[in-house]
């Protein structure tokens, strides 16, 4: 058993500066509830509870530092102290023979239901890899409770995200709906949380206003931010794209001969579940744009580079920036997404064709008309594309006219 060097931790901050020694050793939660973590040779960070049961000390390894969080540690450390204060030991009770374990449930039913019914699995992919393995991946399917939902949803909210909480609530839901159909499960633990108590939808109408594109870009340009996250949120308010669109554009889409970008896959319709395609018509100024990220991307596939050769940024690389930037104006708040609809009502209000506009958003015209219209309005959208870049630039640039020149000395270098 490894050493305990008489050191105490009582926040996050402090586990995470805890180092590797020579020897592995572990350190005592300062609430003195028998809960401690045990930091190897290797660095790498455990977490293990100590109690008496019957007059014999037992250990039981909860999971991993960071996958299981201190508040999460803690929560299972209660939980666990609760068993043994009814005379049961939470290490046979682990030991005992499992059922299919959540995890591979979950690989069984991204094979069998997700990768049939969506053509692009990737955001369910992030979401179990992201919020729910790492909190009930390891549990048997049967013994996850209402208890166990409650701690991965909540986990969501706290982190300030109720709408994705509310994903996460959908997404256990129709994964134990099967699970049931299996008869893998006796009932369904979700239907216990209603989504009402988790997330209440208010349908957005925020844009921006002039004075605001200007205050904000000419605050974004002018900050320390990553340039490409500034030409990236430029592109957002020019194309008009979505922000998962944008974050996923490859080289080998974007014809600048041809002035086209092909989206090949854009959010699936809320309808049928399937992607379409997508055409971005390029004005000069978002042509312009790309060239500067192709110089600064080198031979990566991807126009936003992620941290590893390969890959693009994440999700939330984007939404990082722009939060940064809002912060040092006094703009009311806003998201990425709303830079679609500031495009789309300035454009309706400038009085351009309200179906183009639609498909440059890549919006399905619903009823008859969208049974019978079929039209792609390329020649509106090329008009269009080229007024608003040209309407967007007239607003931000003189006033970052140092930021766009710095444009020429990248492509100089």
Known sequence: MPKTNGLFFSTDREIQNLKAQEKRYSVKDKLNNGLFIEVKESGVKSWHYRYSLDGKQERLVLGRYPDLSL??????????????????????EKNKPQGVLFKDYGERYLKEVISKERKNPYNMVLCLNNDIY??????????ISVDDVRRVIWRKKEQGYDAAANQVRGLLKRMFDYAMTLGLVPYNPVLAIPTRHIYKA??????????????????????????????????????????????????????FEQRLWLIPETKADSATGHSREMVVYMSDQVIEIFKELKTIAGNEPYVFVGRKSGTHISHNAFNTAQKSALKLTEIPDFTVHDLRRTASTHLNEQGFNSDAIEACLNHTVKGVRGVYNKAKY??????????????IFNIIYESNIVFFNEARKIKEI
């Open 378 to 391: 390329e020649k509106e959208r090329i008009e269009m594309m080229k007024k608003w870049s040209e309407y």
């Open 134 to 143: 790492p909190m009930v991946g390891h549990i048997a399917l049967d013994k």
């Open 71 to 92: 508040k999460d540690a803690r929560q299972l450390r209660d939980e666990s102290a609760s068993m043994v204060a009814k005379g049961f030991s939470p290490k046979k």
């Open 202 to 255: 208010v349908p957005r109408n925020r844009y921006l206003s002039i004075s605001e594109i200007r205050i904000y870009y000419t605050t974004l340009l002018n900050s320390r931010i990553y340039r490409p996250r500034k030409l990236g949120l430029l592109l957002s308010l020019l194309t008009l794209v979505r922000k998962s669109e944008l974050l996923r554009a490859k080289w080998e889409h974007i014809d």
